[in-house]
């Protein structure tokens, strides 16, 4: 069965990334398609880039990067969840992401961002980022706005055109991630 990791990708005290990633998780889980995980940045705490040598090479010095790898490599697509910081990703979720480079190749990636516009600019450089690392980003995505998704920029209540988004964008990753298996061979 195909296997999903919904990437929690904030790890900032009082962040509202786990919120939405439960939802997320809660969502999926009533799929019958694939299974879902969510993998939490918090449980897999990377220093700022540390190998010595560049990830393509896929030569891992250090054992927090071999576990990082373990986890990563197990997934055959992933849903991440950003906030927009300073209009882009976090600096955890970036550095996340430059740690490995093969495991991510080949596979798919949605994104469900939120922020006061949504987070939409931090996708847009989420796909940039994807584009190198060889992992193919679904057209579809979800955009929770702090405004109309939250009550009182707190609690997560999205509107139902966000379960419409959601379904759309698990539909083409998980289409995605089974086409793009015949490459992972």
Excluded: C
């Amino acid at each position: 069965m195909t296997e999903i990791a919904i990437v929690v990708g904030s790890v900032r005290p009082g962040r509202y990334s786990r919120q939405v990633a439960d939802w997320v998780h809660a969502e999926a889980a009533k799929r019958a398609d694939a299974k879902f995980e969510i993998v939490d940045l918090a449980d897999y705490p990377l220093p700022h880039l540390d190998e010595p040598i560049p990830a393509s090479a896929g030569q891992y010095a250090n054992e927090h990067t071999k576990a990082w790898s373990a986890k990563i490599a197990s997934y055959d697509g992933y849903v991440f969840v950003t906030p927009e910081y300073n209009h882009s990703t976090t600096g955890v979720l970036k550095n996340a992401l430059d740690f490995l480079y093969a495991e991510w190749n080949n596979k798919a990636a949605g994104f469900v961002s939120y922020g006061v516009v949504g987070g939409a600019r931090a996708v847009e450089h989420l796909r940039l980022i994807a584009a190198e690392l060889q992992l193919a980003t679904v057209r579809s995505q979800v955009a929770l706005s702090f405004y109309t998704d939250f009550e009182q920029f707190t609690t997560l209540a999205p509107g139902a055109h966000q379960f419409d988004a959601l379904t759309a964008t698990l539909d083409q990753l998980v289409a995605w991630s089974d086409a793009l298996a015949v490459l992972r061979k």
